[in-house]
């Protein structure tokens, strides 16, 4: 059973895990964070113990959770202190094979969800991607994910390589077509929130479809004066042309499957 | 005032706004389309006279909505037929002044949002931007505009053409990405649906922000080797390969105020 957790990492993520997880019978007892008022912050919201110091974690928690940034995983690991414990990361495309050399229980507790600060997030609609080592740690983690939310899903690492693959088209791609837009608006004194109904609409659709049949606009159809229109009221912009070309194309490729 | 409308079209927008228009104390009394069969499918659902010859439009109609493609439009002008009569189209990158060697009496009518035959919309929340060539006219235009929408905007044809534009971006461009994540995740026996709640939290997010000031991912932070393992998990696709550096360079560039 898993009772008590030490949350490695301040960050984003890490915050609204720890709120999560601070909800439900499992507790977070310490926060450890390489800046102290980051760990203290975190640690206020939920009355805990907190440390930047690594050498000062708890040893007798029932679990890690390594909540920081790829790069700083394995440093973590290096000195030892969680050795042999039960430790868990949170990223989308590290291996969960990062920690064979350091312990004989291990996993990957992965929410697949963009996270903000200032934003409140619904736990229960994340997607929980887990993976172990075992299955005994396998069961302990989806005892665990369920406690925070209602979607478990079991995933291994090339999977979840895929999936947080696929999440830098969905969202951050997106996003950057969303911020063009609002630039494109703004500059001609139209309030963003004119494309907000098209928007929802456009989301709402692949819902319940495969985007690709749903493919509409200039490029699909092959539309060639509009799309020299578009090119031309783009002429102040270098970038944006070029990205509106790019992506029209590759929209006209992937509808007629070639693959250049 | 407006009561009498002939419809020029029978597509996707045709139909859906032959529908609204006949909720409201507007009627459509005619659906003009070149074929037959999809002007009678039209005019079946609200029940008014359709026709596939020109010719036999209705002349004494106070309105005009020509809903065809953008490329149709000057064709259908060139008939004379509706020489003098109050004329709009509902395309968004066509400049309002295609009707002036035709008519004194003309406009824009333009919904934003994407149609699609099968999915029912709700009109009343779509941007209904309209023009006209005085001021008349324009409010003839909003009179019937507010039958269906409650969200009314008086834009110009330079700031529609922009609309338009954008709307490739958050719609079209979007879109595609969403088509590259579904695919990559079929590939590797991963449904979809895990990225619902990202997708929607994307989104939502949106709606009271810059996105601008949203965008996360490796590409903002210049992650290299998050991107080097994305790139090379794309290594059976150079479409998407190329897509994916294109894309995230243009977010490191855009985020740094570069424009090559």
Same mark, same amino acid.
């Given at each position: 059973m898993i009772n008590k957790i030490v949350l490695i990492g301040a960050g984003n993520l890490a915050t609204h895990l720890t709120i999560a997880l601070n909800k439900s019978s499992k507790k977070v007892v310490q926060i450890y964070s390489r800046t102290r008022k980051s760990a203290k912050e975190?640690?206020?919201?939920? #009355?805990? @113990?907190?440390?930047? $110091?690594? &050498?000062?974690?708890?040893?007798?928690? +029932?679990?890690? /959770?390594?909540?920081? #940034?790829? @790069?700083?995983?394995? $440093?973590? &690991?290096?000195?030892?202190?969680?050795? +042999?414990?039960? /430790?868990?990361h949170t990223a989308g495309s590290v291996n969960m094979n990062i920690f064979k050399n350091y312990t004989n229980n291990y996993g990957v507790f992965y929410p697949l969800q963009t996270f903000s600060k200032k934003r409140e997030v619904d736990f229960?609609?994340?997607?929980?991607?887990?993976?172990?080592?075992?299955?005994?740690?396998?069961?302990?983690?989806?005892?665990?994910?369920?406690?925070?939310?209602?979607?478990?899903?079991?995933?291994?690492?090339?999977?979840?390589?895929?999936?947080?693959?696929?999440?830098?088209?969905?969202?951050?791609?997106v996003n950057h077509m969303y911020s063009i837009a609002y630039d494109l608006l703004e500059k001609n004194d139209v309030n963003f929130d004119i494309l907000k109904p098209l928007i929802t609409e456009t989301t709402n659709k692949i819902y319940n479809n495969n985007p690709h049949d749903l493919q509409t606009g200039p490029a699909i159809r092959n539309d060639k004066k509009v799309i020299k229109n578009?090119?031309?009221?783009?002429?102040?912009?270098?970038?944006?042309?070029?990205?509106?070309?790019?992506?029209?194309?590759?929209?006209?490729?992937?509808?007629?499957?070639?693959?250049?």
């Open positions: 975190l640690a206020d919201k939920i #009355s805990c @113990k907190y440390t930047n $110091n690594i &050498l000062e974690i708890d040893r007798n928690s +029932d679990l890690y /959770i390594i909540a920081v #940034s790829d @790069k700083a995983i394995e $440093n973590l &690991l290096k000195t030892k202190v969680m050795n +042999d414990k039960f /430790i868990v229960s609609e994340i997607p929980m991607c887990i993976e172990a080592n075992n299955d005994n740690n396998l069961n302990l983690l989806k005892t665990l994910s369920s406690e925070i939310s209602k979607d478990i899903r079991l995933i291994n690492s090339e999977q979840r390589k895929q999936i947080h693959l696929s999440a830098v088209f969905a969202c951050n791609f578009h090119i031309e009221l783009l002429s102040h912009s270098k970038k944006y042309k070029k990205l509106y070309s790019f992506v029209s194309k590759s929209i006209y490729k992937f509808a007629n499957k070639l693959n250049k």
